[in-house]
């Protein structure tokens, strides 16, 4: 063991060899000594644990090759594209929604080429960011203006801070949630500068609670959707309608927190509990928030619709500069909004629509397809089985899709075990484990997708 040891050289001593100088020429230096401190490392845990096998010729071009192989991998950008095959089609871990040609096509054009982003082609002077897709979201929800900035997130801050600076804000304590990432609502009212007034009990809230708090100092009464769990049995909340007279009677803001915003009717895919932008509008609410890239199915972005004199406001706000959303969000946003407009289905042209409104057969054909590839690939255990598939993105907690799942196991190897090698496939394949076995959910993935699925579990069990 220890003569191994002493066998193994020092790095420096390795930069002079001529076969590991070409590498350097053809990468960089740095690369190569990392590369080379790696390796070392790696064979002196090896020798450590008595299971060095023969020590590779250190100034051959083979091990100089295995080298560069390894610099070139290591390259691949951490950033990348993964199959998602977990069933949840707003996954906010693996980007959320998948976007539609249409919009990928948009942020291409204006990516690789200048745009108008600022400037008024009518007049030739400067014009707005904002001004490019508030027409569509007005024509698309019966808002009277809109304001698009970085994500939902910006939108409550901006919304707050633009109406309720130094004054109280008035929700419900069954609405005041915490979203992914340290989102808490109670602190991003006070981060807004607003004081927080909170009414009602944790399951029960009544008009007549919002009405008693209501003082001199407040503006806003603040609802908001509690996107990633449901307060069940005994529960009650105020209509919109009549939150929307009592902020109207006494002169407050009606603000409503939507999260996962849909601009058009899912009740006929079971998703009746999901509000629609233009009938929150119409029940009088003056500002509604909602993400792009959740159930509208497009980019990360925030949409603020509603009143124009308090949308005008929040246009004319320091901060928002700061919040701002970027020319390529934007322009997919547009491509994807323009996809909802006759005759456009929404339904087929957008990618998180398309999964989730899937008829059960398709999403069980597919099964029997990747099923059937794996199959005859061998090398693993394979059948198909219902599943449970759910939108995700804070949208419908409780509410699962129908779905069909290939059910995956490799012998002798554990499934936490093929997990962790799918997740080193390229790309990465992203499952989950159910019993001892990979589930594979076959209404998040595409057609196109199969090919890669299978070439991962190629790569897992080939000998
Ligand atoms: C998801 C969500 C947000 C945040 O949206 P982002 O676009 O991720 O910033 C805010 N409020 C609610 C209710 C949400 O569900």
Redesign the pocket.
């Known amino acids: 063991m220890n003569s191994q040891l002493r066998q193994l050289p020092q790095v420096d001593t390795l930069l002079h060899s001529p076969a590991i100088a070409k590498v350097i020429d053809a990468c960089s230096r740095q690369e190569v000594i990392d590369a080379l401190r790696d390796l070392l490392s790696r064979l002196r845990v090896d020798i450590l644990a008595g299971h060095a096998a023969e020590l590779p010729d250190f100034a051959g071009d083979r091990f100089a090759q295995g080298l560069h192989a390894q610099i070139l991998k290591a390259r691949a950008p951490n950033l990348r594209a993964v199959v998602n095959a977990t069933g949840i089609i707003i996954h906010?871990n693996l980007g959320r929604a998948r976007l539609a040609p249409e919009a990928l096509a948009a942020m291409q054009d204006v990516g690789a080429q200048a745009s108008n982003l600022e400037l008024n082609l009518t007049t030739g002077k400067r014009g707005s960011r904002y001004d490019h897709a508030e027409a569509l979201i007005c024509e698309l929800t019966g808002a009277d203006a809109a304001l698009i900035v970085n994500?939902?997130?910006?939108?409550?801050v901006l919304g707050l801070m633009g109406t309720a600076m130094g004054r109280k804000v008035i929700a419900s304590r069954g609405e005041l949630?915490e979203?992914?990432g340290s989102?808490r609502l109670p602190d991003v009212i006070a981060q807004s500068g607003a004081v927080l007034k909170e009414v009602g009990a944790t399951n029960k809230t009544r008009i007549g609670d919002y009405a008693d708090a209501i003082e001199d100092d407040v503006a806003v009464l603040l609802k908001?959707?509690?996107?990633?769990f449901r307060i069940v049995g005994f529960t009650a909340s105020p209509a919109r309608e009549d939150l929307a007279k009592l902020a109207k009677d006494r002169d407050l803001i009606l603000i409503e927190?939507?999260?996962?915003g849909v601009l058009i009717d899912l009740s006929p895919f079971g998703l009746a509990d999901e509000p629609v932008v233009a009938d929150i509008l119409k029940a009088g609410v003056d500002l509604v928030?909602f993400?792009?890239?959740?159930l509208l199915g497009g980019p990360?972005?925030?949409i603020i619709a509603g009143r124009a004199d308090i949308i005008a406001q929040l246009r004319a706000h320091p901060l928002l500069r700061a919040l701002r959303i970027d020319k390529l969000s934007l322009a997919a946003l547009e491509a994807t909004l323009r996809l909802y407009r006759a005759p456009n289905d929404p339904l087929t042209r957008i990618p998180v629509l398309r999964m989730l409104s899937e008829p059960l057969p398709t999403v069980q054909a597919r099964a029997d397809l990747l099923a059937g590839m794996l199959h005859d690939q061998g090398g693993c255990e394979v059948s198909v089985a219902p599943s449970a598939a759910y939108v995700g993105?804070?949208?419908m907690p409780q509410q699962d899709l129908a779905s069909f799942a290939v059910s995956v196991s490799v012998p002798d190897l554990p499934a936490d075990d093929l997990a962790k090698a799918l997740r080193h496939a390229h790309p990465p394949v992203i499952g989950r484990i159910h019993q001892g076995r990979m589930l594979l959910d076959m209404r998040t993935v595409t057609d196109d997708d199969l090919p890669r699925i299978a070439a991962a579990f190629n790569a897992v069990t080939a000998p």
Do not use: E, P, R, Y
């Not at 908001?224 to 990633?228: C, D, E, I, L, M």
């Open positions: 906010t994500n939902c997130a910006a939108a409550v949630i979203i992914g989102f908001s959707h509690t996107s990633n927190d939507l999260g996962s928030m993400s792009g890239d959740k990360q972005a925030g993105g804070g949208a």
